[in-house]
C-alpha cells in the first residue's frame, strides 16, 4: 500500500511563493498519473493539477499560469510550485492518485495560509 506524506505548507503573505512536496512510497507510483488536490474549509475536495507518468500536466482554470506540478521518479515525490499566492488558494492540499486511476490512503496533507 503506498503512503503518502505532504510538507511545504505554510504562513504565506498574498504574491508570496510555497513549494510542497509529496513524498510516497512503493514502486507502483512510477507508473501512476498524480493530483495534487485541495479542500477550503467548508468546502468539497478540489482537484489543483495533475500530472502523468511521462510528465504530461493539467491544471485547474483557477491555479493556471501560477501552479507548476511536478515530478520525480526516482525520489517517488510530487511536487506543487505555488506562486502569486490569493487568500482564496488558502486550503489543506493534499497529494493522491489522478482521478483516472484508484485513490491510495489520503495522508494528513499540508496546512496552506495565504494571509497579510
Known amino acids: 500500500q503506498v503512503q503518502l506524506v505532504e510538507s511545504g505548507g505554510g504562513l504565506v503573505q498574498p504574491g508570496g511563493s510555497l513549494r510542497l512536496s509529496c513524498a510516497a512510497s512503493?514502486?507502483?507510483?512510477?507508473?501512476?498519473?498524480m493530483g495534487w488536490y485541495r479542500q477550503a474549509p467548508g468546502k468539497q475536495r478540489e482537484l489543483v493539477a495533475t500530472?502523468?507518468?511521462?510528465?504530461?500536466?493539467n491544471y485547474a482554470d483557477s491555479v493556471k499560469g501560477r501552479f507548476t506540478i511536478s515530478r520525480d521518479n526516482a525520489k517517488i515525490t510530487v511536487y506543487l510550485q505555488m506562486n502569486s499566492l490569493k487568500p482564496e488558494d488558502t486550503a489543506v492540499y493534499y497529494c493522491?492518485?489522478?482521478?483516472?486511476?484508484?485513490?491510495?490512503?489520503w495522508g494528513q496533507g499540508t496546512q496552506v495560509t495565504v494571509s497579510s
Open positions: 493522491n492518485a489522478a482521478p483516472d486511476y484508484p485513490a491510495f490512503h
Open positions: 500530472i502523468t507518468s511521462g510528465g504530461s500536466t
Open positions: 512503493g514502486s507502483i507510483f512510477s507508473i501512476y498519473a
